[in-house]
């Protein structure tokens, strides 16, 4: 757990522990901020590990519980609005608008972003630090 690919790059811990983003961060809490009005501004801090003290010590497996709930906390949420509120529902975060084109972030592009592009990156960085310490790919 405490492996990376090279040195200065993050841990296995280390990724794992950024994907659960902020301790205190509850992702519904965070998704019902969306809104089709008045675009709440959202100040995401990008590269930040939130490695505490408790994630320290976590095991993998514990790791994957967190992130699997967390998954599944979020699609459950999602599931119950509709395509049309999936779109209209948005906030503003300004870092998107590097990558993205601009800071007004619907519920469908940020979830897209997170799951498509942020969680498949990292599943990558992962794979590159499996690689390092000469583990078998994962199936």
Known sequence: MEQSDAPGRWSMREVLSHLLLMPSWEPVAFLTQ???RDLPL???EPGQSHL???RRTMTLQEFVN???LQ???VLAYLEGLSDAELQQRKVRIPVFKQFMGTDEI?????TGAMFDFHWHGHASQLAKIRNAIGLPEAK
């Open 34 to 36: 969306f809104s089709e």
């Open 42 to 44: 959202v100040e995401l």
């Open 52 to 54: 505490t003290a408790e």
């Open 66 to 68: 967190a992130l699997d």
């Open 71 to 73: 998954r599944r906390s």
């Open 106 to 110: 619907s519920l469908a592009m940020f």
